[in-house]
């Protein structure tokens, strides 16, 4: 079946233009994830949405940073004002459920480049 | 702060030798993962290790954890070209910086 998809691939764009990043979990998977990973390093989780409950905005790192879900499936991840430290690759997942029992499902990323 | 953090950060070894990568973590757990990454691709779940487990095998992998040293070891034997990739231990949404596998030919 199919996995996660992440849309753009790569994105381009300029210091302070907005951008808004995709991602399609696999279908019926209630939590997904997003992520940024930096070269060479981990991953930095951002936000975290299961089912219809509030999701977990604890690891956006500021206030230019906000993500939806809409109808429990694909989710926007968007960036307002972006910042040359935006610079990264951005990361979806999905699990079956949530928790830290269920094995993540990630997409290839989206690799944003600011000018 | 990281939760896990792998040691050694970057590996090489011959192709058909054993790597052994270990990974500590910082507070209680349930149970620790292990993931794959491909350079330019997401993430690949390994294998679970739960809490109450000792060692989890499979195929080639092999798992220990320690809840008293708080550490974990992934193992892969007759390591493959394939092999080469970066490997991630992660708790629930924190993951490790990793370790950077390179099986040479």
């Known amino acids: 079946g199919a996995g996660v998809s992440q849309s753009p691939s790569n994105k381009v764009t300029e210091k302070g233009k907005d951008v808004e990043l995709r991602c399609d979990p696999i279908?019926?998977?209630?939590?997904l994830y997003w992520y940024r990973q930096s070269l060479g390093q981990g991953l930095e989780f951002l936000i975290y949405?299961?089912?219809?409950?509030?999701?977990?905005k604890s690891g956006l790192p500021s206030d230019r940073f906000s993500a939806e879900r809409t109808g429990g499936s694909v989710s926007t991840l968007t960036i307002q004002r972006t910042q040359q430290e935006d610079s990264a690759v951005y990361l979806c997942a999905s699990s079956l459920a949530g928790g830290e029992i269920q094995p993540q499902h990630f997409g290839d990323g989206t690799r944003l480049s600011i000018l | 702060s990281q939760q896990g953090e792998e040691d050694p950060q970057a590996l090489s070894i011959q192709e058909g030798e054993n790597a052994t990568m270990n990974c500590s973590y910082k507070?209680?757990?349930?149970?620790l993962q292990w993931y794959r990454q491909n350079s330019g691709r997401g993430l690949v779940h390994l294998i679970l290790i739960r809490s109450n487990e000792r060692e989890k095998h499979s195929g080639r992998l092999r798992v220990t954890l320690d809840t008293s040293k708080k550490s974990s070891s992934l193992l892969i034997t007759a390591s493959r070209a394939a092999d080469t990739a970066s490997y991630f231990c992660?708790?629930?949404?924190?993951f490790g910086k990793g370790t950077r596998l390179h099986i040479l030919p």
């Open positions: 949405f299961q089912g219809n409950s509030a999701p977990d």
């Open positions: 279908s019926g998977h209630t939590a």
């Open positions: 507070t209680s757990i349930n149970n």
């Open positions: 992660a708790t629930g949404i924190i």
